[in-house]
């Protein structure tokens, strides 16, 4: 299969066009689980080291969804003595965990046995999901649904509240999606004057 010109357009559009998405902008509307199964089988397209396939998702349900909201207001307010030279952190609106339509958690399966070209870079299964999780976000901004990163939470909490044993998974993220309000022009970090975005020379090393 070979692409066009307008094709690159599209992607530069989406790549582009991608936001973190808070409980500030999501909307009651549900998604599809024709939507979600693209947004998943995304995922499954993904490259992963040796082939592995290493991850895994759950589909939170409401009950579960209460647990880690309470825990990241814990997380959330404890993380404020870190930024206090920075007042602009208490008023940040950086999750949706009840306002979005769906929240998913996302582990890597650690491998029992030897995976190609993980020999020396151990954590090349843990990039892999990664990976599958941008193919979801940017499948999900295709599909114009919003999808935030929440990441003020501690894993071993998150792995009690699943029954997760850390032996053989290891947490890697907690996903919110939904419909919004409207997708921002830049990112909203950006238009808070949080930090700049940095140009393409300042990311060189020479």
């Not at 066009?17 to 549900?30: A, E, H, L, M, P």
């Not at 929240?103 to 995976?115: E, G, L, M, R």
Request: overall charge positive.
């Amino acid at each position: 299969m070979k692409f066009n010109k307008k094709d690159l357009k599209t992607l530069t559009n989406i790549i582009a066009s991608r936001r973190d998405v808070r409980g500030n902008n999501f909307i009651n509307k549900k998604i599809s689980s024709k939507k979600l199964n693209i947004i998943l089988q995304s995922a499954l397209n993904a490259p992963s080291v040796g082939f592995s396939q290493p991850w895994k998702f759950i589909i939170v349900d409401k009950d579960k969804q209460d647990l880690v909201y309470t825990h990241f207001m814990k997380s959330f307010e404890k993380s404020k003595k870190k930024f206090i030279d920075r007042p602009l952190y208490s008023s940040l609106k950086l999750e949706g965990i009840k306002e979005s339509d769906i929240n998913i958690a996302v582990y890597y399966k650690k491998s029992s046995s030897n995976t190609l070209g993980q020999t020396y870079m151990k954590r090349t299964g843990e990039y892999s999901v990664v990976c599958a999780i941008l193919n979801m976000w940017l499948t999900a901004r295709a599909l114009n649904i919003g999808m935030g990163w929440v990441s003020i939470l501690k894993p071993k909490k998150i792995n009690k509240i699943f029954n997760m044993n850390k032996n053989q998974y290891k947490f890697i993220a907690y996903l919110c999606l939904g419909y919004t309000k409207e997708f921002y022009d830049e990112p909203e970090l950006k238009k808070l004057k949080w930090n700049k975005k940095l140009k393409l020379d300042e990311c060189l090393i020479s």
